[in-house]
C-alpha cells in the first residue's frame, strides 16, 4: 500500500505550471479541472495534486469502509494528499448515487465521483459522467472501459452465499428453504437498483436452469423463500451479521472476507457455499460525477484507484482488480493479493449492461410481487 504512481510529471511540466499557477484567476482554474478529459489537459499530475489541496476535499457516496477494504484506500487517499474525505450514504446502492449527484447538484456536498453497478451506470453514461482517461488507460482491456472515459471498470469479484457455522451445511440452494432457515437469509439490497443484489439473482438463476437472459428461476426461488418465511427484506450490514440479525447473505465474497476473520477471532465460524456451475461476477465501475464540486480531487481519486497500491488493496479484500493480469506479469501483484484472489488471469463471467438493464426491466414489476420490498 506504498506504492507510487505509474507515471510522473516531468521536472520541466512541473517547473512551468508553479510558474503559470499563479496568474490564473479562480474562474480560469476551475473550468481547466472541471473539463479536463486526462492529466496532460489539467497540466499534469503536479497540478491536479495542488489544486486537489486548495479544493481541500472530496466527497464520495456509497463507499462502505469495509467493502473490499476501501477503508484503506480512502484512508490512503486523504493522508498522501492532505484532503478531507466526505463520505455520505454508505450503505446506499448504485442508483441512490445517482439520485444524491441530482439531488445536490450545485451544491459543495454532491458526489465528486462514483462507485456504481454496471447497468445503472449505462442508463446516466453521458448525463451524469465526466469523461475521464486515467495515465494507465492503454493497460486497461478495452472491454473494461468506456471508449470515451466517462466509466471505467474497477474491481470485480465472485457472488456467494454467506451464513453462521451455527446453522446446518448449504449444500444446495434448495437447503435454504428448510425450516432451520426461517427469517434468516437476506440479499445485499434490492435488485432493482443495487448491483450486489441483481448480482446475487443472477447466480441463484444460473443455478437453477436460468441465464443471464433469464431472472425468472430466481424470481420464483426468492418467492418461495419469502412463502416459507425465511427471505427477510433487511439490508445486511456488519452490524447486522455481528448482531445475528441477517444469519445468512447473500453478497460478494470480498465482503465477507473481513466478517469471517471477525468471528474467527471469537471462536465462530461465517461459513459460504457457492453453486455449482454458478460462477458470478460483475465490475463495479468509477466515474467522475460531471459537476463535481472538487474536479481537481475527483479526477486525482480516479488516478489513485489505478494506482499498484489501490489495486493491490481490493485484491487483499478478495475481490479482483481491473488491473490484476498486469499486477501479476509485471511482479506488482501483492501477497495478500495472491492469497485472496490467487493467480489466475480471468475475471468471473458477469451479465453485460444491455442483460442487466433487460433483468430490471422484468424486475420492475415481478420482484415487489414475489417478496415486497426493503
Known amino acids: 500500500m506504498k506504492f507510487s504512481k505509474l507515471a510522473k510529471v516531468t521536472v520541466v511540466a512541473t517547473v512551468s505550471l508553479a510558474l503559470a499557477v499563479p496568474t490564473l484567476n479562480s474562474a480560469t482554474a476551475a473550468s481547466k479541472f472541471d473539463t479536463a478529459k486526462s492529466a496532460a489537459d489539467a497540466g499534469g499530475m503536479g497540478a491536479l495534486r495542488s489544486q486537489c489541496k486548495r479544493e481541500g476535499q472530496l466527497n464520495i457516496i456509497a463507499t462502505p469502509r469495509d467493502w473490499a477494504n476501501y477503508g484503506d484506500i480512502i484512508d490512503g487517499f486523504a493522508t498522501k494528499y492532505g484532503v478531507k474525505i466526505d463520505s455520505q450514504n454508505e450503505e446506499g446502492s448504485s442508483q441512490d448515487e445517482i439520485n444524491a449527484a441530482d439531488r445536490l447538484k450545485g451544491t459543495n456536498r454532491s458526489p465528486d465521483v462514483f462507485d456504481i453497478g454496471t447497468s445503472v451506470a449505462a442508463k446516466y453514461t453521458t448525463t451524469h459522467f465526466a469523461p475521464y482517461k486515467v495515465q494507465v488507460w492503454d493497460k486497461i482491456p478495452a472491454t473494461n472501459k468506456n471508449p470515451d472515459g466517462y466509466t471505467t471498470n474497477n474491481y470485480t469479484g465472485t457472488m456467494s452465499i454467506w ?10 440452494l434448495d437447503d435454504l428453504l428448510k425450516p432451520e432457515f426461517k427469517g434468516k437469509v ?74 469471517a476473520a471477525k468471528f474467527a477471532a471469537v471462536g465462530k465460524v461465517w461459513k459460504s457455499f457457492i453453486p455449482k456451475n454458478a460462477i458470478v461476477g460483475s465490475f463495479y465501475n468509477a466515474a467522475v460525477s460531471a459537476w463535481a464540486p472538487h474536479p481537481a480531487c475527483a479526477r486525482l481519486w480516479m488516478e489513485y484507484l489505478y494506482t499498484p497500491y489501490a489495486q493491490n488493496v481490493w485484491a487483499g479484500a478478495g475481490a479482483s482488480p481491473v488491473l490484476w493480469p498486469i499486477l501479476l506479469k509485471t511482479n506488482q501483484a501483492s501477497a495478500a493479493g495472491k492469497a485472496a484472489v490467487g493467480t489466475g ?30
Do not use: C, E
Request: hydrophobic fraction near 45%; glycine fraction near 8%.
Open 163 to 172: 451464513y453462521s457455522g451455527d446453522l446446518p451445511t448449504i449444500n444446495t
Open 186 to 259: 437476506a440479499l445485499n439490497g434490492d435488485p432493482q437498483g443495487s448491483n450486489a443484489a441483481l448480482s446475487g439473482l443472477f447466480m441463484v438463476s444460473i443455478a437453477k436452469g436460468g441465464s443471464f437472459d433469464n431472472v425468472q428461476p430466481a424470481i420464483d426461488f426468492f418467492k418461495q423463500l419469502k412463502a416459507a418465511g425465511n427471505f427477510i427484506n433487511v439490508n445486511p450490514t456488519a452490524a447486522t451479521i455481528a448482531s445475528g440479525q441477517t444469519p445468512v447473505v447473500i453478497d460478494w465474497t470480498y465482503n465477507q472476507v473481513g466478517a
Open 345 to 374: 488471469r480471468s475475471f468471473a463471467a458477469s451479465a453485460t449492461a444491455a442483460q442487466q438493464l433487460k433483468a430490471r426491466d422484468v424486475l420492475k414489476t415481478a420482484w415487489p410481487a414475489a417478496v415486497g420490498t426493503n
